[in-house]
């Protein structure tokens, strides 16, 4: 099966720019979504195709694919980003998440 | 607006069936879309289960494949699961979802609120 990787925590200050990576084996090849999950909320679509914003997801979120890494870059983070993020592709008809990766906002 | 809700009992015992039923709002399932379930372990990440289409066809996770039973209940506008022999590792928050597919990529777009379930005696 197909597997990714998160680092498993990223910490950032507040107005800086964050990076998380997602890693797999010719990870480029895939189109790779992002999802954002707030405490004691469910997950929402951040990022999707790689690079593409959902309606209503704010510009500072952007993303990446090539090789094998994809990356989420959050720019000007705010306090309110602070969340667990994963990655996620489709991959043998099926869906695959990473592990995750928590983002604290210090 | 597309909106999901699970319903469903919090509490299994073990070696029992967990049922479970997603109702949608905003959307005709039979319209299109495969539609499917997600779970999370307390403290942990997440686990796709399977979808399902209106018209029967299904994916599922090789892992879980041989306790899923998953159907759609067009009439009322929604879906089920059923996951049998459970036991402890099966608790864990179970989310609804639709499954969207794009770019060659498939991916839940809008999830349920979620619904925690335990296996316990």
């Known amino acids: 099966s197909y597997e990714l990787t998160q680092p498993p925590s990223v910490t950032v200050s507040p107005g800086q720019t964050a990076s998380i990576t997602c890693s797999g084996y010719k990870l480029g090849d895939k189109y790779v979504c992002w999802f954002q999950q707030r405490p004691g909320h469910s997950p929402a679509l951040v990022i999707y195709e790689n690079d593409e914003r959902p309606s209503g997801i704010p510009e500072r979120f952007s993303g990446s694919n090539s090789g094998n890494t994809a990356t989420l870059t959050i720019s000007g983070t705010q306090a309110m980003d602070e969340a667990d993020y994963y990655c996620q592709v489709w991959d043998s008809s099926t869906v695959v998440f990473a592990g995750g990766t928590k983002l604290t906002v210090l | 607006q597309v909106q999901l809700r699970e319903s469903g009992p919090g509490l299994v015992k073990p070696s029992g069936t967990l049922s479970l039923t997603c109702g949608v709002s905003?959307?005709?399932?039979?319209?299109?879309?495969?539609w499917g379930w997600i779970r999370q372990p307390p403290g942990k990440g997440l686990e796709w289960i399977g979808s399902?289409?209106?018209?029967?066809?299904?994916f599922y996770n090789p892992s879980l494949k041989s306790r899923i039973i998953t159907s759609v209940d067009t009439s009322n506008n929604q879906f089920s699961l059923k996951l049998s022999s459970v036991t402890a590792a099966d608790t864990a928050v179970y989310y609804c979802?639709?499954?969207?597919?794009?770019?060659?990529?498939?991916?839940?777009?809008?999830w349920g609120q979620g619904t925690l379930v335990t296996v316990s005696s």
């Open positions: 399902v289409y209106h018209g029967g066809s299904t």
């Open positions: 905003g959307y005709s399932i039979s319209s299109g879309f495969y």
């Open positions: 979802a639709r499954k969207n597919c794009t770019g060659g990529n498939c991916y839940p777009d809008y």
